[in-house]
């Protein structure tokens, strides 16, 4: 099963595991699974309209699902799933 | 609370003052024990922000997974990011809120001509409408 990487700040959401296997052949389906699995995740990534929110980027491996297939990138077992933030700034 | 460790602080300020005038931003790694996050392990990252660079920071995402798997890698977490403002104040700026993300702590280094002046760290919220002050500690205060 593709594993999901949990950043440190939303592991008290998922009973303290760093990462987590989900069933799921699209990067969708990992993330509903993960959500499913720990609800109070859900609105840490996704907004009241489902959409993954501005502050969260998707990894597959090394690659940025949005200059892949968003979230219908396909996953298979051996991947690995990043939850990486998007942060900028100015004075 | 957030404490930050000589050595990371140490370059964290260096970082900052070589950037002068322009911004500069990097990543903050440590253990983080109940409610006292300590900062190790400072990571100066590229201000990847396309235009002028005296009033804004961008990090890039892939840097960004670099300093989660440096963090993972060394049993430790990715705690927070740094960014300076040149000549004003360590304040959170309406740009700052709105392309934050609430799930780590933000420090902010006032650089006043080129030399370090203070710094304030900030937690947003999720609906990046405000952020709370986050008591800090370092070896300049
Ligand atoms: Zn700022």
């Not at chain 1, 993960?34 to 109070?40: H, M, N, Q, R, S």
């Not at chain 1, 998707?58 to 690995?80: C, G, P, Q």
């Amino acid at each position: 099963m593709p594993k999901i990487l949990i950043p440190t700040p939303l592991r008290q959401f998922a009973d303290k595991k760093d990462a987590v296997e989900v069933s799921g052949s699209t990067v969708g389906e990992a993330l509903g699974a993960l959500t499913a699995a720990y609800p109070d995740m859900k609105k840490n990534l996704f907004n009241d309209e489902g959409k993954l929110r501005s502050f969260v980027n998707v990894y597959v491996n090394d690659e940025d699902i949005r200059f892949l297939e968003k979230d219908k990138t396909a996953v298979a077992d051996s991947d690995t799933i990043s939850i990486v933030p998007s942060i900028a700034g100015g004075r | 609370m957030i404490k930050i460790e000589q050595e990371a602080w140490d370059l964290m300020v260096a970082h900052a003052q070589k950037t002068y005038p322009n911004e500069c931003c990097g990543a903050m790694l440590g253990p983080i024990d109940g409610d006292v996050k300590t900062v190790r392990v400072a990571l100066p990252l590229e201000n990847a922000y396309p235009g002028a660079q005296r009033e804004r920071y961008e990090l890039r995402p892939e840097d960004l997974l670099f300093a989660e798997r440096e963090a993972r890698k060394n049993g430790m977490d990715l705690i927070g990011i740094f960014h300076s403002h040149p000549d004003c104040d360590a304040y959170f700026s309406k740009t700052d809120l709105e392309n934050s993300c609430p799930w780590y702590s933000f420090v902010v280094l006032s650089i006043q001509k080129g030399q370090f002046h203070h710094a304030n760290s900030w937690l947003p919220n999720m609906e990046q409408t405000e952020a709370a002050k986050e008591e800090l500690e370092h070896p300049n205060a």
